[in-house]
């Protein structure tokens, strides 16, 4: 986790939880309708009508109530691996072996470049590890390591660590949903980056937390 992300709180169904430091995106809420799995572009408004009275966009599963034809870009061609249209191709290889697992979230790859997970952020290692942060890498190990990934990028190619950034497939399994689905992993939001799949990956930290899914079962307050 990312000290420097400010705390907050996201809602799941009526339950409300403290994050300490996760979400840099305003909570996941209801609409008017109470349809789940909802978010404010700006700021942390957790109800449809606030969010728009202070003139933003509440949408809700990828669609919005605003102005636009609000189908967005999606998941791509549908086919469930969530990649999208492949983003920026130039930030660096389509395809690549993963030499070296560093923790939950990143990765070496052929060449030597590292690769940072877009849209996710698993407890640190460091010194002292926290909860689950060796879960997470271990999880992260068992899905990519020694295999041939696929990387598709978005508008931003790198973190201020030089890192690439990128969602990365293997044999068909995106790992940065699969990273928060199963448990392992918060969700974290830099904008541009993630923007047409982050109100997705709220809904799966939801269901995460509901079915008590790795973390939430072991640790107080993962995210």
């Known amino acids: 986790m990312k000290s420097s992300v400010r705390a907050g709180l996201w809602f799941v169904g009526s339950i409300v939880v403290a994050s300490t430091g996760c979400l840099t995106q305003s909570p996941v809420s209801t609409d008017s309708s109470g ?32 102005a636009g034809d609000g189908d967005g870009d999606g998941d791509g061609d549908g086919d469930g691996d969530g990649d999208g249209d492949g983003g920026n191709p130039s930030c660096g290889p389509a395809t690549a072996t993963v030499t070296n697992v560093i923790d939950g979230d990143t990765v070496e790859i052929s060449g030597g470049e590292r690769v940072r997970y877009i849209l996710v952020d698993t407890p640190e290692l460091g010194d002292v590890p926290e909860c689950f942060a060796e879960d997470a890498r271990d999880f992260n190990n068992s899905l990519v390591y020694g295999k041939t990934i696929s990387l598709i990028y978005d508008d931003e190619c790198r973190d201020q660590y030089d890192r690439l950034l ?7 399994q995106q790992v940065n949903r699969t990273l928060v689905a199963e448990g392992y992993a918060c969700v974290l939001h830099f904008p541009p980056n993630g923007d047409d799949q982050v ?25």
Do not use: R
């Open 35 to 66: 349809n789940a799995g909802c978010v404010c572009d700006i700021g942390d408004y957790s109800t449809q009508a606030a969010c728009e009275m202070a003139g933003h966009t509440w949408s809700c599963g990828g669609e919005t109530d605003g």
């Open 199 to 223: 109100v997705e990956f709220y809904a799966l930290l939801n269901e995460a937390f509901m079915a008590n899914k790795g973390m939430w079962a072991a640790c107080e307050s993962p995210c």
């Open 166 to 172: 990128a969602f990365v497939s293997v044999e068909g």
